[in-house]
């Protein structure tokens, strides 16, 4: 029955290793802005698409001015992440 | 978005704008930033937020005190040959557009390593290698692309603040502890444990001695970490004997800690280990939840936080340099270029001076100075650069000066009894009550239970649920007020703002607005020739008060004058063809002695003829006479206004009948003031703006700041109102009434959660599953009950 022992000591290590790791975060500062960090990790996929997206529109713009159906579509991506943008900002006003 | 707004800011483009790759722009500010953006691949930031910037105001010379390595090194918060790290503030960020840019600004300075935004705070926090750039070159960066950031004396002079977190801490430990101690009872729960006899499980019984000795364990940090806070309020409180909510806590946390230590000790029974560590855990849920703060408002500026760090000297070679404020001595001749504050009384040597002292009284009305006149610190230099001469150092100026008084050295807060404590005070001595009569019943009836009793009455009577009603219920209506942008320092405000029976009143700036002003024309009717000519004329003048009514006057043909003068401190001159035009004082005009010196006026006369004045007048708020009559009903109120008597009728007209109105008070008579009506045992709120009203705010047992822009210009204060709704400043009062009567409510409430278990305790039956029953169950339905009745209440304020 002294198994009880080793069920005890695990679920407390467990339970203090979850606890260190929460102690540690509040030390570095992880709870001292709530925020930003929720708006910050909309950006990074967003970013990348935009980078593509930018270098699209310009290669357009320089090669030929009458291929607009691809800077359309360009628009299209826009007006999108335009949308995603409006419901973020939504949520910051709030 | 409107076609004719700035693809940057989203101002009106008005007649001009300007053209610049398909879109159009306000000014040539705003088309740089989004030339700047545009080719570095930032444009991403109009695609997150439309006319999210601002336009950039660059003034030279204004941060060339940043090329100062003492200055640099007050203001970074690290500092390394390789590495600065620099906080600044940022009044504009307010978007994820602003995030995203500021977030990238190594694309424009690559030397700049990481910058990170803190929103709720307005701050960025930026890294970067001083090698191969500079403090003042990230910050007239930062500038150029509109997020100028706001740099005061303040920063100069606070030492790097470490932040609090220890609450966090607590509440970590308890919440912990909470859990594990909840989860190591269950056996006590299931009555698993109890003797081999009456068939309890025979295993958990052989290992109770662990499980109670783990709890043990567990309860020590909370005790004498987390619980550590009640323990210290509660002794200062019998110090200085006041009979605070925290003895009653304290005295409940060491019987619970007693008792249960010495059950397990003697093998009686299991202890309140699980009630011991909720109830810290409760009650620093509730500390946590009342702790909310707006970080990116102050509450505590003094005029430091206006004050530029430096000044331009100017040496006696005509050499300029850049000084630190705080070595501005008397006789110093000093540079103050357009846009820049005064920081020190003087005299004005020379150059045009138009001062703003909007925030030192509120008056949006630029005051006009001529060389050898007094200026005051504290105003703002409009257009252009002036010379002047210090006559006094910073500490000593009329302004600053009154930051020595002693109302700001003391502490409101500690004065004041929240009801919490008044309760409290009543609730211990109940208690005692109870605890002794039934040790006395008990000592006759069945002498081995006395202690128990005494003891159990003592658990179950802690006040847990007493002490969370208030943090809840005002921690909620300190939220709610915030959505309506009426931002108050903490939640005992709310309870001092209930008591107010005194309303005391700023004019300028106050219950005027610092936007808008208005002018009447009195005397003679003016042609369409002579309009046209008094506008042309005023286009060319750069006086504060040509401004406001060239803005004020119908659109006119432009016309080039044929002669135009401008008389230093009297007024202008212009002239078309044969037709003449003088603007001016009554004086410069021709007229002859005037009789109505208090108001603000500009005179008129077309060819030697005297025409009228336009008079300028103060434009209310938009409610100013619903809110006073609102108000009048339940408060006593009066106005006191640094200004002269000049606006009196049009206040006695607009306000309730018999409101005093008090005129030419100086800032220390307006503390004076309401300091004889506390005397009289009256509580007094105080609403201002200016830093002149600081005194009268900190003396008043609530003072409000009315601001338009609430992250820059605010006096220190318990409050700070958004101008727009100074129209609902009345139902913020009572809606605060309203929140204390819902905490007399809950503690109703959980006086009857208090008479259920002390009919246990009392009849000596309280188990350790009651309480662990009761405590949270009493907490949870005062949060539930708090936190419905604050929202119904915030639905109906607007």
Redesign the interface.
């Known amino acids: 029955m002294s198994v009880i022992y080793l069920l005890l000591g695990i679920s407390i290590i467990v339970a203090i290793i979850f606890f260190i790791a929460f102690i540690v975060s509040v030390r570095s500062g992880q709870y001292d802005d709530s925020y930003t960090p929720s708006v910050r990790m909309l950006f990074d996929d967003e970013l990348v698409k935009e980078s593509s997206t930018l270098r699209g529109t310009k290669q357009t713009v320089k090669s030929d001015k009458k291929s607009q159906s691809k800077q359309i579509d360009c628009s299209a991506t826009l007006a999108i992440e335009n949308k995603k943008s409006i419901q973020l900002n939504k949520s910051l006003n709030n | 978005m409107n076609k004719n707004n700035c693809y940057h800011c989203g101002e009106d483009c008005s007649v001009t704008p300007i053209h610049f790759d398909e879109k159009i722009f306000c000014c040539n500010g705003c088309k740089t930033v989004y030339d700047i953006f545009s080719s570095n691949?930032l444009?991403?930031y109009y695609?997150?937020?439309?006319a999210a910037g601002a336009s950039p105001k660059v003034v030279q010379g204004k941060y060339d005190f940043l090329d100062d390595a003492a200055i640099i090194e007050r203001l970074v918060a690290f500092n390394d040959e390789h590495l600065q790290i620099v906080n600044l503030y940022i009044p504009h960020i307010h978007?994820?557009?602003c995030?995203?840019v500021l977030?990238n600004l190594n694309k424009l300075i690559p030397s700049i390593s990481t910058s990170?935004?803190?929103?709720?705070?307005k701050t960025i926090r930026i890294h970067y290698n001083p090698e191969k750039t500079s403090l003042k070159e990230v910050v007239i960066l930062l500038t150029h692309i509109g997020y100028e950031p706001y740099i005061s004396l303040d920063d100069f002079d606070n030492k790097k603040k470490d932040?609090d977190?220890s609450l966090?801490?607590k509440l970590?430990?308890a919440g912990?502890a909470f859990?594990?101690v909840m989860?190591l009872s269950f056996p006590e729960y299931f009555d698993l444990s109890s003797s081999k006899a009456s068939g309890g499980e025979y295993?958990l019984n052989?290992?109770e001695g662990?499980f109670r000795w783990?709890m043990f364990t567990f309860s020590l940090p909370v005790v004498f970490y987390a619980g550590i806070g009640y323990f210290t309020s509660a002794y200062k409180g019998l110090r200085s004997k006041i009979l605070n909510i925290d003895v009653p806590i304290a005295l409940g946390i060491i019987v619970l800690f007693v008792r249960s230590t010495s059950e397990i000790i003697f093998d009686w029974g299991p202890g309140f280990f699980d009630s011991l560590t909720g109830l810290i855990f409760f009650l620093l849920l509730g500390k946590f939840f009342q702790q909310k703060t707006y970080s990116f408002l102050s509450f505590e500026r003094d005029y430091k936080s206006y004050f530029p760090i430096a000044v331009t000297r100017i040496l006696e070679n005509r050499k300029e340099e850049t000084t630190q404020v705080h070595n501005v001595k008397r006789g110093d001749r000093l540079l103050i270029r357009n846009e820049e504050l005064i920081p020190v009384d003087g005299i004005l040597i020379n150059g045009n001076a138009n001062i703003d002292y909007s925030f030192v009284t509120g008056e949006s009305e630029a005051v006009h100075k001529n060389s050898g006149d007094k200026i005051f610190a504290g105003g703002k230099q409009l257009r252009g650069a002036i010379e002047m001469e210090a006559l006094k150092s910073v500490s000593q100026s009329y302004l600053t000066q009154l930051w020595s008084n002693s109302v700001f050295q003391d502490d409101k807060s500690s004065k004041f009894q929240t009801l919490t404590d008044s309760i409290g005070k009543r609730f211990t001595i109940f208690v005692l009550t109870v605890a002794f009569s039934a040790s006395i019943f008990w000592t006759f009836y069945d002498p081995s239970k006395v202690l128990n009793v005494f003891t159990a009455v003592l658990i179950i009577a802690c006040p847990c649920a007493i002490a969370l009603a208030s943090p809840f219920t005002l921690g909620n209506m300190l939220r709610i007020f915030g959505?309506k942008k009426f931002y108050l320092k903490d939640t005992q405000t709310i309870e001092q703002l209930a008591q107010i029976d005194t309303a005391i009143f700023d004019k300028t700036g106050t219950i005027t607005t610092a936007k808008k002003s208005i002018a009447t024309y009195e005397g003679l009717e003016l042609t369409k020739e002579e309009e046209a000519l008094l506008k042309n004329t005023l286009r060319a003048s750069n006086h504060p008060l040509s401004r406001s009514l060239y803005e004020l006057l119908a659109e006119q043909d432009i016309v080039t004058l044929d002669e135009y003068e401008e008389h230093l401190g009297k007024g202008i001159e212009g002239s078309i063809d044969e037709s003449n035009i003088k603007v001016g004082s009554a004086n410069f005009v021709g007229k002859i002695a005037s009789d109505d010196a208090k108001n603000t006026a500009v005179h008129i006369s077309t060819n030697d003829m005297y025409k009228g004045c336009f008079v300028f007048k103060n434009q209310y708020r938009e409610g100013v006479a619903e809110v006073f009559k609102e108000m009048s009903e339940t408060l006593q109120l009066a106005i006191l206004s640094g200004d002269n008597e000049g606006e009196k009728e049009r206040l006695e007209a607009l306000l309730p009948k018999l409101t005093p109105l008090y005129f030419n008070q100086k800032p220390p008579d307006k503390l004076e003031f309401i300091k004889s009506l506390q005397n009289n045992g009256k509580k007094v709120m105080m609403v201002g703006d200016g830093l002149n009203d600081a005194g009268a705010l900190a003396q008043s047992n609530v003072g409000i700041a009315i601001s338009e822009n609430v992250t820059i210009f605010s006096p220190a204060c318990d409050g700070i109102l958004d101008a727009t709704k100074f129209k609902e400043l009345c139902s913020y009062i009572l809606a605060s009434k309203k929140a204390i009567k819902i905490i007399k409510w809950s503690f109703v409430l959980s006086l009857m959660y208090n008479v259920v278990g002390l009919y246990f305790a009392v009849t000596g039956q309280l188990e350790p599953v009651i309480a662990a029953i009761l405590m949270p169950l009493s907490s949870i339905s005062i949060v539930v009950f708090t936190t419905i009745a604050t929202n119904i209440l915030g639905k109906k304020l607007r």
């Open positions: 691949n444009s991403y695609d997150l937020q439309a978007c994820s557009s995030i995203w977030e990170q935004v803190d929103f709720p705070k932040v977190r966090l801490y970590g430990i912990f859990g594990n989860f295993w052989q290992y662990v783990l959505k």
